[in-house]
Nanobody, 124 residues
Framework: QVQLVESGGGLVQAGGSLRLSCAAS????????MGWFRQVPGKEREFVAA????????YYSDSVKGRFTASKDNAKNTMYLQMNSLKPEDTAVYYC?????????????????WGQGTQVTVSS
């Protein structure tokens, strides 16, 4: 079992930055692939970023590529999402997720554990 807790969300103006954190407890953090997803009311939860167990391979959605950076600190059992040049359309609840032996990191399938989410609001 893995427990995930996100933090770092808030209100920011367009063009600003935020860093989200996802703290994990329970089983060995280094054995998990990790992902970030986001959701707005009435829409499907969508993929944002993912990172391999070692942290060496990363994936990003086209909408955030070049602006967001995911990282994973296995020693601290924490994953981060650095979000720069934020846009109003980035407004959503952001969730971190974890799973093992995931074939496709860019979809919700395969992620067994989810955090409770943290709200990010970007004002124009």
């Amino acid at each position: 079992q893995v427990q995930l807790v996100e933090s770092g969300g808030g209100l920011v103006q367009a063009g600003g930055s935020l860093r989200l954190s996802c703290a994990a407890s329970g089983r060995s953090f280094s054995s998990f692939e990790m992902g970030w997803f986001r959701q707005v009311p009435g829409k499907e939860r969508e993929f944002v970023a993912a990172i391999s167990r070692s942290g060496g391979t990363k994936y990003y959605s086209d909408s955030v590529k070049g602006r967001f950076t995911a990282s994973k600190d296995n020693a601290k059992n924490t994953m981060y999402l650095q979000m720069n040049s934020l846009k109003p359309e980035d407004t959503a609840v952001y969730y971190c997720a974890a799973g093992q032996n995931i074939r496709v990191l860019t979809t919700k399938l395969g992620y067994n554990y989810w955090g409770q989410g943290t709200q990010v609001t970007v004002s124009s």
